[in-house]
């Protein structure tokens, strides 16, 4: 659609077929640059709360939070990009915010965030943190231009979750488990 939508812009009326006017339509490039900051914003305050989260169950360094609370396959993950950096940055800077929710998910971790993080409020585990998966799938265009502005709808979503973390995670708010606060 992106790709016709750039035909369209440079052929007008030549080129305008119904389903990539409505496509057209439904984006918003200020919002897809709101929403990027937000999301950055969200990355800077989960990285916090997930590390000192972790630094006061397991302790600080490498063989503290890192080891014992951050699963060996994200583990493995950072450690190639940081050989592939030539180790420009310490290991953690490598996490990528889908991370976190596998983080957030392991052996007993969640015990520690669930409080925080549960905004849907039903299923497994890994379910609970769709949210931050789809939020993922959000950043993989706000962080790539070539992909696109995103509809409003993912940026209503974006705003969503950003008021959430916000709240909850930030400022250490427990959520009633019985009363989810984001439908997916």
Same mark, same amino acid.
């Given at each position: 659609? *992106?790709?016709?939508?750039?035909?369209?812009?440079?052929?007008?009326d030549a080129f305008a077929p119904p389903e990539v006017k409505e496509w057209v339509?439904?984006?918003?490039? *200020?919002?897809?640059?709101?929403?990027?900051?937000?999301?950055?914003d969200i990355n800077r305050i989960l990285f916090k709360d997930v590390r000192e989260? $972790?630094?006061?169950?397991?302790?600080?360094?490498?063989?503290? &939070? &890192?080891?014992?609370?951050?699963?060996?396959?994200?583990?493995?993950?950072?450690?190639? $990009?940081?050989?592939?950096?030539?180790?420009?940055?310490?290991?953690?800077?490598?996490?990528?915010?889908?991370?976190?929710?596998?983080? +957030?998910?392991?052996?007993?971790?969640?015990? $520690?965030?669930?409080?925080?993080?549960?905004?849907?409020?039903?299923?497994?585990?890994?379910?609970?943190?769709?949210?931050?998966?789809?939020?993922? #799938?959000? %950043?993989q265009i706000t962080h790539h231009a070539e992909k696109g502005p995103l509809p #409003?709808?993912?940026?209503?979503?974006?705003?969503?979750?950003?008021? $959430? +973390?916000?709240?909850?995670?930030?400022? %250490?708010?427990?959520?009633?488990?019985?009363?989810?606060?984001?439908?997916?």
């Amino acid at each position: 659609m *992106q790709m016709m939508a750039i035909i369209n812009s440079a052929k007008g009326d030549a080129f305008a077929p119904p389903e990539v006017k409505e496509w057209v339509e439904s984006q918003d490039a *200020q919002g897809t640059k709101q929403a990027g900051e937000m999301i950055d914003d969200i990355n800077r305050i989960l990285f916090k709360d997930v590390r000192e989260t $972790l630094e006061a169950k397991f302790g600080e360094g490498e063989k503290g &939070w &890192w080891i014992k609370g951050v699963p060996p396959k994200v583990r493995i993950e950072c450690d190639t $990009l940081f050989n592939e950096a030539s180790g420009q940055h310490e290991r953690w800077q490598y996490l990528h915010l889908v991370n976190y929710s596998e983080i +957030v998910t392991y052996n007993e971790n969640w015990d $520690l965030f669930k409080e925080y993080y549960d905004f849907l409020g039903s299923g497994k585990k890994s379910d609970r943190m769709r949210w931050l998966v789809r939020l993922n #799938r959000a %950043r993989q265009i706000t962080h790539h231009a070539e992909k696109g502005p995103l509809p #409003r709808e993912q940026i209503e979503y974006v705003r969503r979750v950003h008021a $959430l +973390v916000k709240e909850y995670i930030e400022q %250490r708010i427990k959520l009633d488990p019985k009363k989810p606060v984001l439908a997916d």
